[in-house]
């Protein structure tokens, strides 16, 4: 197998050092790097590039993968460790209460009771710490508690604080649209694995974790999608609203039908073809009057033309009644004159 070049070090070196990057900022440096030529429209060259890095970054138990920040619907890619042991853990610049920390958050994240993904800062910082940290026999009974170590248990609420901070500048947590602390996008790329195993809901569109999704209007039903989903799905008119569990009526979301009306909007090789109905239908108008005309005969179209000729004299003489008097016997003697 050829050695990556050049071009594939540019797209890791950027990755790895800018962290993940947006949809629209991969594909702009893909684009410099390979003389202008856009993924959108070269997405054969685009595939065979990212595959080539992965397969030498299989050696490495790393992976470039592309991912969806649930919070917006916005593409991103980033590499990630595929492996999660002991000494992965070396690797990171938090300590043992921060990252015990970061454990306690995400699990009350995407526990949250309202499926939004997200909790308040006040809960974020009122998060207890101490079970998320194993006791080398493995126990977490009430004696374990006890030896504890102290950097656990002397944890902060400005410790807290800080690492909170830390997280979202690294991209494990973020502010979402609401002001709420959720998940970050590095979360989204790395933990894939962690939610399939912790049983986290998945979409049912997707098949990818349903932190922040809606969920199916029958309270006894478990669907959850993704709103981006949602509307891809129900785009179209005619597509089939109901839930896939228990058949209940999928709800519109707000906007939704703004993106049905754009979707089913008419194409241009369509509007022709319309205009050609109507044509039709004016041709057949029109030949069922001509048709109607000829079985009338000409003495039914004579006597149209009388009564029409009839009712115009009729209304220039209802135009005349208010000047009529003295001049009308003036008129009639000059006719009998005449």
């Known amino acids: 197998m050829a050695p990556l070049s050049w071009r594939h070090h540019t797209l890791l070196q950027a990755l790895l050092s800018r962290g993940p ?14 003389g202008g030529k856009n993924p959108a429209t070269h997405q054969q060259l685009f595939n065979d590039t990212l595959l080539k890095i992965n397969k030498e970054l299989a050696y490495l138990q790393f ?25 992965s853990k070396l690797g990171s610049k938090y300590s043992v209460p921060q990252i015990a920390f970061y454990k306690g958050l995400l699990e009350a994240i995407v526990h949250e009771a309202g499926n939004d993904g997200s909790i308040t800062n006040i809960d974020a910082l009122n998060t207890r710490i101490e079970n998320q940290v194993t006791i080398a026999d493995g126990s ?21 604080e800080k690492t909170l901070n830390e997280l979202i500048q690294d991209c494990w947590l973020s502010y979402t649209p609401t002001g709420k602390i959720g998940l970050g ?3 989204f790329l790395d933990l894939r694995s962690w939610f399939r195993s912790n049983d986290i809901p998945s979409c049912e569109v997707c098949n990818e974790a349903g932190i ?14 993704h709103e981006y989903c949602l509307k891809k799905k129900f785009s179209q008119r005619k597509a089939s609203r109901a839930c896939r569990g228990c058949g209940t009526e999928w709800p519109q979301l707000e906007g939704e039908d703004d993106d049905a009306e754009d979707v089913n909007e008419p194409e241009e090789d369509q509007v ?12 057949g108008v029109k030949s069922e009057l001509v048709e109607e005309n000829e079985r009338t005969g000409p ?31 003036t008129r009639a003697s000059k006719r009998r004159k005449n």
């Open 21 to 34: 990057l947006s949809e629209r900022d991969f594909h702009d440096l893909f684009a410099a790097i390979s």
């Open 63 to 87: 992976e470039l993968r592309a991912c969806i920040n649930q919070y917006d619907g916005t593409v991103y890619y980033g590499v990630v460790n595929n492996i999660a042991d002991e000494e």
């Open 140 to 160: 977490q009974s009430q004696d374990s508690q006890s030896r504890l170590p102290t950097s656990i248990t002397n944890f902060s609420l400005s410790q807290k």
């Open 185 to 187: 996008i590095r979360s």
């Open 212 to 225: 922040m999704a809606s969920t199916c209007p029958n309270e006894g039903c478990n669907v959850r999608i």
């Open 272 to 283: 022709p073809s319309a205009n050609r109905r109507s044509r039709t239908r004016h041709r």
């Open 299 to 329: 003495s039914a179209r004579m006597t149209r033309r009388s009564l029409r000729s009839s009712k115009a004299e009729a209304v220039e003489a209802a135009r005349e009644v208010p000047s009529a008097g003295p001049s009308q016997s």
